[in-house]
C-alpha cells in the first residue's frame, strides 16, 4: 500500500524557517520523482519544488532562494527546508511521488506563517 506521510508544519513567525518531511513506503522511492505542493485558503493547489531521481532540482519562482528540497533515498523521505518564511507561505503543504503515469499524493501538512 503505498503511503506519503507529511510531517514538520506548524505555526512560525515571519523570518522563521520549518523544515518538512514526507516519508514513503509502498513504493521503490528511488527512481520516483517527488514534488512538494501548496495551496492556500481560496487558491488552487501550486508547484513548489520537485526533486527527479537524478536528484535535480526546480523551483516556483516564489520560493527561489529560500527554499530547499533534498531527499534520502536510504529513508524514503523527501524534505523541503523553508527558509525567510512570510505570511504568504501559508498554505497546505502535499507532498508527492511521481512516475510516469504513477501519481500520488500525502494528506498534507500546515503550515502558518503569523505574527
Known amino acids: 500500500q503505498v503511503q506519503l506521510e507529511e510531517s514538520g508544519g506548524g505555526l512560525v513567525q515571519p523570518g522563521g524557517s520549518l523544515r518538512l518531511s514526507c516519508a514513503a513506503s509502498?513504493?521503490?522511492?528511488?527512481?520516483?520523482?517527488m514534488g512538494w505542493y501548496r495551496q492556500a485558503p481560496g487558491k488552487q493547489r501550486e508547484l513548489v519544488a520537485t526533486?527527479?531521481?537524478?536528484?535535480?532540482?526546480s523551483y516556483a519562482d516564489s520560493v527561489t532562494g529560500r527554499f530547499t528540497i533534498s531527499r534520502d533515498n536510504a529513508k524514503n523521505t523527501v524534505y523541503l527546508q523553508m527558509n525567510s518564511l512570510v505570511p504568504e507561505d501559508t498554505a497546505v503543504y502535499y507532498c508527492n511521488a511521481y512516475y510516469y503515469s504513477d501519481l500520488y499524493w500525502g494528506q498534507g501538512t500546515q503550515v502558518t506563517v503569523s505574527s
Open positions: 526533486i527527479n531521481s537524478a536528484g535535480i532540482t
Open positions: 509502498g513504493f521503490f522511492f528511488s527512481i520516483y520523482g
